[in-house]
C-alpha cells in the first residue's frame, strides 16, 4: 500500500525533524527598528497582568526582511516595554508575517500575537521606508534617511513576554489556565547605522496601535542582525485577569466565542 501521508511518522521520522530544525546556521535578517517614548498610561493600559510597566512607556517597532534561500520573509511586531519578577523585556502586541509558516509555530508554541501581514523594508541609497500593514493599512511606517555608522554592540539576550492560551470549547473562557512565556532571543549584530526619520502610526481597527502616539522619538536604525530564541514557561496566570485582554490576539474578538454551525465540518 502507498503510504498514507496523514499516518503516524516513524520515530526516527520525528528524531530526524527535530535534530535538523535545531542545526540551522545562522540566519541573518536586515531591520529598521524605532523605539519611541509614548504616553504612559496607554502603555499601561495594554499589559495584561502580571505584567508591569518600566520607568520608562518606551514602544519599538521591529520591521525585518530574512533572505531565506528560496522563501523571504517578512517580519515585524510592535511592543510596548514591560517588567515581570524583575526581567525587563518587551510584550508584543502584534506581530505580522508574510508566511504561514513561521506564524503557525510561533503562535501554537510560544503564544506569540502573529498575523498574516504585508512588511516592507526598503532601501534607496540612504532613503529608508519600513511598513507593517495589514488589512490595506499601513499602520505603522518609519521613513528617513541614514545618518551614519553606529558601533556594533555586543551579543546580547532579550526577553519577550507572551501569554499561551487554548479559547475553552463552550466558549466561556480558556480550556486550562494560561501560562506567561519568557521567549530568551540571543541577538548578534554585524551591521547598524542610524537614521534620522519619522514614525507614521496610522489609523485601523484591527491593529490600533495609533493608541500609543509618539510622544518622543528615541531612535531608528537600520541593520543586519541574527536571533535564535527558547522559551519557558515562568508562571501560570490568571484566566479571569488574562480574559479582559484576548481580544489583542484577534481581529474579530467574537470569533473565538462562535461555535461551529450545527452539522458542519
Known amino acids: 500500500m502507498a503510504r498514507v501521508r496523514y499516518g503516524a511518522r516513524t520515530e526516527a521520522e520525528i528524531t530526524a525533524a527535530r535534530t535538523a530544525s535545531s542545526k540551522l546556521p545562522d540566519i541573518w535578517s536586515t531591520g529598521v527598528v524605532a523605539v519611541w517614548e509614548s504616553d504612559p498610561d496607554a502603555v499601561a493600559a495594554v499589559l495584561?497582568?502580571?505584567?508591569?510597566?518600566?520607568?520608562?512607556?518606551l514602544v519599538r517597532a521591529n520591521i525585518s526582511k530574512v533572505d531565506l534561500p528560496g522563501y523571504p520573509l517578512g517580519a515585524g511586531s510592535v511592543a510596548v516595554a514591560a517588567e515581570h519578577g524583575g526581567v525587563a523585556g518587551w510584550y508584543p502586541?502584534?506581530?505580522?508575517?508574510?508566511?504561514?509558516?513561521?506564524?503557525?509555530?510561533?503562535?501554537?508554541?510560544?503564544?506569540?500575537?502573529?498575523?498574516l501581514g504585508e512588511v516592507t523594508v526598503e532601501r534607496d541609497g540612504l532613503v529608508v521606508r519600513a511598513a507593517l500593514a495589514r488589512h490595506g493599512i499601513a499602520f505603522v511606517e518609519v521613513r528617513g534617511a541614514v545618518s551614519g555608522s553606529l558601533p556594533l554592540p555586543e551579543p546580547t539576550q532579550k526577553?519577550?513576554?507572551?501569554?499561551?492560551?487554548?479559547?475553552?470549547?463552550?466558549?466561556?473562557?480558556?480550556d486550562a489556565d494560561p501560562v506567561l512565556v519568557h521567549c530568551l532571543r540571543n541577538e548578534k549584530v554585524r551591521k547598524l547605522e542610524a537614521v534620522t526619520g519619522d514614525v507614521v502610526l496610522r489609523e485601523s481597527m484591527y491593529d490600533p496601535v495609533a493608541d500609543l502616539p509618539v510622544r518622543?522619538?528615541?531612535?531608528?536604525?537600520?541593520?543586519?542582525?541574527?536571533?535564535?530564541?527558547?522559551?519557558?514557561?515562568?508562571?501560570?496566570?490568571s484566566a479571569q485577569a488574562l480574559l479582559p485582554y484576548i481580544h489583542q490576539r484577534y481581529?474579530?474578538?467574537?470569533?473565538?466565542?462562535?461555535?461551529?454551525?450545527?452539522?458542519?465540518?
Not at 168 to 173: F, I, K, L, P, Y
Open 48 to 57: 495584561p497582568p502580571p505584567l508591569k510597566p518600566t520607568a520608562r512607556p
Open 251 to 265: 481581529d474579530d474578538p467574537q470569533q473565538i466565542l462562535d461555535g461551529p454551525p450545527e452539522g458542519s465540518v
Open 216 to 237: 518622543t522619538l528615541v531612535e531608528i536604525t537600520i541593520g543586519e542582525k541574527t536571533t535564535d530564541q527558547k522559551g519557558r514557561v515562568a508562571e501560570r496566570v
Open 93 to 115: 502586541l502584534v506581530m505580522p508575517m508574510t508566511h504561514e509558516r513561521a506564524l503557525i509555530g510561533g503562535r501554537e508554541v510560544f503564544g506569540e500575537p502573529k498575523k
Open 159 to 174: 526577553t519577550d513576554f507572551y501569554f499561551k492560551f487554548l479559547p475553552a470549547v463552550d466558549g466561556s473562557g480558556f
